[in-house]
């Protein structure tokens, strides 16, 4: 018969209960995250390259060189004379070399076609960066949980994007319409889109520089009203970009090379002389330049208060991000006005163009750090 026991006295059948381990979170994720983050990284460089190489290919007029749609055998060149006179010959019988480029002899045509195809050919670069990194990653099982999908989207834009890509260039290849450039519109469309798979890569690339545990545990601080208020000006910098692309469509920003005014004034002349009315909003290259004009200063406005607000934030590295984000937003808008004034030059064009990217990655770091803040200890 056992004898009386403490009520202090240890229980226990003499198993030991298995001691708590650490880090079971990010554990049981698993998944290559340092890994996956350099491969979007490298996709996140060539979108960039992408987006400055297409801004070049419409800055030389070279976008409606090529006017057949071939996504695979297009990836060879012309490789002998007779593959270049036959290539020339099919660009002959559009709109844009019988109005506007007559001039041009073989040479002259290579040099454009070169644009074009580098252009196409990146994009091709780039679907199979993604292609070999993300079926590498599954088929090695290295994906961390709920994040399959989530890789699977720039890849399924990318292919849409390049069916955007065409339809934009088949509105300028016509035969008696008068067309010698694309479709401005169509031209927003394909950028809008560059920008998205651009945003997402950045927001992923952010996300996987931290652990799931560290992002769980920040999202609880978050700074909902300042993450509002970023997402506002991210919002408002897309829609100047597409704007930008409108401008750039209809070489507007050569249009009126003075300001603040426009031709003396502050509302170009004519601004709705085109019919019905809502085609000026797309095609009148004045009144579309003084929109980008008006929403770049309700941009800027906008910025002063998201900086204002978020130098109140109580985390330094989001308070640095929104300085970052309103430093290159004020940046853009002297380049803007640099660029309107000597006529936009491809070389402060494209820079222009580069720095956008800029300015919306940085909003969206911002926004970032919003949603999920880098607590500071007190030592700093």
């Not at 996709?43 to 749609?69: K, P, Q, Y």
């Amino acid at each position: 018969m056992s004898g009386k026991r403490s009520i202090f006295e240890e229980v226990s059948d003499g198993t030991r209960a298995a001691a708590a381990q650490p880090g079971m979170i990010d554990r049981g994720r698993g998944g290559a995250r340092g890994a996956i983050r350099a491969w979007l990284a490298v996709l996140f460089a060539l979108v960039v390259a992408m987006i400055v190489v297409g801004g070049l290919t419409r800055l030389t007029d070279s976008g409606l060189s090529i006017t057949e749609w071939r996504p695979v055998t297009g990836a060879v060149p012309p490789l002998s004379e007779a593959n270049w006179q036959a290539e020339f010959d099919k660009y002959k019988q559009i709109d844009q070399w019988r109005l506007q480029n007559q001039w041009m002899e073989l040479a002259d045509f290579k040099s454009i076609y070169w644009w074009e195809w580098g252009h196409r050919q990146l994009g091709r670069v780039i679907g199979l960066v993604w292609s070999l990194g993300f079926f590498g990653f599954l088929l090695a099982r290295k994906i961390p949980a709920g994040w399959t999908g989530r890789l699977i989207l720039p890849g399924l834009l990318g292919g849409v994007q390049g069916a955007v890509g065409w339809w934009m260039v088949a509105s300028g290849v016509t035969q008696g319409e008068g067309m010698t450039s694309v479709a401005s519109y169509r031209l927003a469309t394909h950028l809008g889109l560059a920008f998205v798979i651009l945003g997402l890569l950045t927001w992923y690339i952010l996300q996987l520089g931290r652990s799931e545990r560290d992002l769980m545990q920040a999202r609880r601080a978050k700074e909902a009203r300042l993450f509002g208020l970023a997402t506002g000006w991210l919002h408002l910098a897309f829609l100047q970009i597409l704007i930008g692309a409108l401008v750039a469509g209809l070489d507007a920003g050569r249009n009126y090379v003075d300001w603040p005014l426009m031709a003396g004034q502050v509302i170009p002349p004519d601004p709705l002389e085109l019919s019905p009315v809502w085609r000026n909003f797309f095609e009148n290259p004045g009144l579309v330049q003084f929109i980008h004009r008006i929403v770049g200063y309700l941009l800027l406005a906008y910025g002063v208060m998201a900086w204002l607000r978020g130098r109140r934030s109580a985390h330094a590295q989001t308070r640095f991000a929104f300085n970052a984000g309103f430093a290159a937003l004020n940046l853009q808008v002297v380049l803007g006005i640099v660029t309107v004034l000597y006529a936009a030059p491809w070389q402060i064009a494209i820079l222009h163009q580069l720095l956008a990217v800029g300015v919306f990655v940085l909003i969206l770091r911002a926004r970032f750090l919003c949603a999920y803040p880098i607590a500071t200890s007190i030592r700093g």
